[in-house]
């Protein structure tokens, strides 16, 4: 039976029913409208379905206890570290202090969030081993385009114009060819070996004085880490070339090694992914790029720097890459960010990486005899099924998804990295405990068996959803957008 409030606001709709509406009287010989061009103005009413106020809050309130997050289950979704938002780090960012500041006001008068600023840039130039860091770029994918935009106006200003290829491995996000592209630069794939990591002598004939860089991630997307660095490094600078670190996956050696002492350029960092902040899901976000001692100047204005006195100022440079935002990035992420270290430390810091290693690796053992691991040894933060061990049953990466549901978790990420055809890819990230992880096993093992001893309950799945499972490809093509749509 589907209760009323499990209905959708459309299917609420009755004629003529009214939610609370502002007093005429108030707006008289007042036009809502006013200054909007004739030719934008509606000629009749919406067509939005007709409630009362009542039906939308509890439409949208029991909508919103349907909802999954980290706040309420396990969510090991590989690739994007979906790791717990620490609740000190919400009082802080949401201080009087910080929230009123208007966004144009002057520096004299908002030393205390340039200083917050100025300190993180610090703090993420110490642990990335890089020497400076803007923190403008509102998202991680915004900062893959910054940094790529800093090693472009690195060979312009050196006049080498030719320089217009970018070196992707086929195991990277793919948000690198797509950064790649909007900047204008070509992609040219390099291949992985068998053991996942950088073919470098697929590399080696790639290497010419049109290659402006390559573009890494290490661990890369397989939860592997990349051993043949430094002789990559010296391949790509050798032939002119600048290394772009992708810090999707900076959570996994933190506190072990720094990508500036690997022999990178230029990186960005998702603050999401590594420092606590909350996931944006399409906003909001930042995405700090750092560069090399020697790029400073090529960081976008304006730069937050600090003079003598110890005051706070802004800055510009006519040879940088220009500007990528209105004002400072995210404030409210930042102050989160730079929250989360300050509570951790310096030697709690180093504890991250160790510990997303520790439980990847102990879900990976437990579950490798059950779902069919594709390449064998040590992984870092995550790690890569091919499906089950067992695919005589016909159950597919999709399927183990969507049973997973049933048993109140979220689905791990799936068929990504395109690598393999029943990609399974699983993070499970240093903050869950022991318990958290053994009961996710169980329930991976058992939906294994089910797959085994009744198959047909994993292909049909989910059951006890809100939603069962969707003609995905019908959704895809054909979605309904709009009320009209909804009502057939």
């Given at each position: 039976?589907?209760?009323?409030?499990?209905?959708?606001i459309f299917?609420?709709?009755?004629?003529?029913?009214?939610?609370?509406?502002?007093?005429?009287?108030?707006?008289?010989?007042?036009?809502?409208?006013?200054?909007?061009?004739?030719?934008?103005?509606?000629?009749?009413t919406?067509?939005?379905?007709e409630?009362?106020?009542?039906?939308?809050?509890?439409?949208?309130?029991?909508?919103?206890?349907?909802n999954f997050?980290?706040?309420?289950?396990?969510?090991?979704?590989g690739?994007?570290t979906?790791?717990?938002?620490?609740?000190?780090?919400?009082e802080i960012?949401?201080?009087?202090?910080?929230?009123?500041?208007?966004?144009?006001?002057?520096?004299?008068c908002?030393q205390g969030?340039?200083?917050v600023?100025?300190?993180?840039?610090?703090?993420l130039?110490?642990v990335s081993?890089?020497?400076?860091?803007?923190?403008?770029?509102?998202?991680?994918?915004h900062g893959?385009?910054?940094?790529?935009?800093?090693m472009?106006?690195y060979?312009?200003?050196?006049?080498?114009?030719k320089?217009?290829?970018?070196?992707?491995?086929?195991s990277?996000?793919g948000?690198n060819?797509?950064?790649?592209?909007?900047?204008?630069?070509?992609?040219?794939?390099?291949?992985?070996?068998?053991?996942?990591?950088?073919?470098?002598?697929d590399?080696?004939p790639l290497?010419?004085?049109?290659?402006?860089?390559?573009?890494?991630?290490?661990p890369?997307?397989?939860?592997?880490?990349?051993?043949?660095?430094?002789?990559?490094?010296?391949?790509?600078?050798?032939?002119?070339?600048?290394?772009y670190?992708?810090?999707a996956?900076?959570?996994?050696?933190?506190?072990?090694?720094?990508p500036?002492?690997?022999g990178?350029?230029?990186?960005?960092?998702?603050?999401?992914?590594?420092?606590?902040?909350?996931?944006?899901?399409?906003?909001p976000?930042?995405?700090p790029?750092?560069?090399?001692?020697?790029?400073?100047?090529?960081?976008?204005?304006?730069?937050?720097?600090?003079?003598?006195?110890?005051?706070f100022?802004?800055?510009?440079?006519?040879?940088?890459?220009?500007?990528?935002?209105n004002?400072?990035?995210?404030?409210?992420v930042?102050?989160?960010?730079?929250?989360?270290?300050?509570?951790?430390?310096?030697?709690?810091?180093?504890?991250?990486?160790?510990?997303?290693?520790?439980n990847?690796?102990?879900?990976?053992?437990?579950?490798?005899?059950?779902?069919y691991?594709?390449?064998?040894?040590?992984?870092?933060?995550?790690?890569?099924?091919d499906?089950l061990?067992?695919?005589?049953?016909?159950?597919?990466?999709?399927?183990?998804?969507k049973?997973?549901?049933?048993?109140?978790y979220?689905?791990?990420?799936?068929?990504?990295?395109?690598?393999?055809h029943?990609s399974?890819m699983?993070?499970?990230?240093?903050?869950?405990?022991?318990?958290?992880?053994?009961?996710?096993?169980?329930?991976m093992?058992?939906?294994?068996q089910?797959a085994?001893?009744n198959?047909?309950?994993?292909?049909?799945?989910?059951?006890s959803?809100p939603?069962?499972?969707l003609?995905e490809?019908?959704?895809?093509?054909?979605?309904?957008?709009?009320?009209?749509?909804?009502k057939?």
């Amino acid at each position: 039976m589907i209760r009323n409030y499990d209905k959708l606001i459309f299917e609420l709709s009755k004629e003529g029913r009214e939610g609370y509406s502002l007093p005429r009287k108030q707006f008289d010989g007042y036009c809502m409208c006013k200054g909007l061009p004739e030719n934008l103005r509606r000629e009749s009413t919406p067509e939005l379905p007709e409630v009362t106020e009542f039906d939308v809050v509890r439409h949208y309130t029991n909508l919103s206890n349907k909802n999954f997050g980290v706040d309420t289950g396990f969510y090991p979704l590989g690739s994007c570290t979906m790791k717990y938002n620490p609740r000190i780090n919400e009082e802080i960012a949401a201080h009087p202090a910080f929230t009123q500041l208007h966004p144009e006001a002057p520096a004299e008068c908002t030393q205390g969030a340039l200083e917050v600023y100025y300190n993180l840039a610090a703090s993420l130039a110490e642990v990335s081993g890089l020497s400076a860091f803007t923190l403008n770029p509102y998202a991680g994918a915004h900062g893959e385009l910054t940094g790529l935009m800093i090693m472009r106006q690195y060979h312009i200003q050196r006049g080498d114009l030719k320089r217009t290829k970018v070196i992707v491995p086929d195991s990277a996000h793919g948000t690198n060819p797509a950064s790649a592209a909007v900047c204008g630069l070509q992609i040219v794939e390099v291949k992985s070996t068998a053991n996942g990591t950088v073919d470098v002598e697929d590399l080696k004939p790639l290497l010419d004085d049109t290659v402006a860089g390559i573009m890494m991630t290490n661990p890369n997307t397989l939860g592997i880490f990349e051993t043949e660095i430094p002789e990559i490094s010296r391949l790509v600078h050798e032939c002119g070339g600048l290394l772009y670190y992708d810090g999707a996956n900076l959570n996994a050696v933190l506190g072990k090694c720094r990508p500036g002492d690997m022999g990178f350029d230029i990186m960005h960092i998702n603050l999401h992914k590594t420092f606590s902040t909350p996931h944006g899901g399409g906003g909001p976000g930042d995405g700090p790029v750092g560069v090399r001692e020697g790029l400073e100047h090529l960081l976008p204005n304006p730069q937050v720097k600090k003079d003598a006195e110890g005051k706070f100022y802004l800055d510009t440079d006519e040879a940088s890459s220009g500007y990528v935002s209105n004002f400072l990035g995210n404030f409210g992420v930042i102050m989160r960010a730079y929250t989360y270290i300050l509570t951790l430390g310096r030697e709690n810091v180093k504890m991250v990486g160790p510990l997303a290693v520790l439980n990847a690796n102990y879900v990976k053992e437990a579950l490798k005899g059950e779902y069919y691991l594709p390449i064998e040894g040590v992984c870092k933060h995550e790690f890569v099924f091919d499906g089950l061990a067992d695919k005589s049953t016909g159950v597919t990466t999709l399927d183990i998804a969507k049973r997973l549901l049933d048993y109140g978790y979220h689905a791990p990420t799936i068929y990504f990295p395109l690598l393999f055809h029943q990609s399974i890819m699983i993070e499970p990230t240093e903050t869950e405990s022991k318990e958290t992880l053994d009961e996710f096993i169980a329930v991976m093992k058992k939906v294994a068996q089910e797959a085994i001893e009744n198959p047909e309950v994993v292909k049909s799945a989910p059951h006890s959803t809100p939603v069962r499972r969707l003609d995905e490809t019908t959704a895809a093509r054909f979605p309904k957008t709009t009320y009209r749509q909804m009502k057939g």
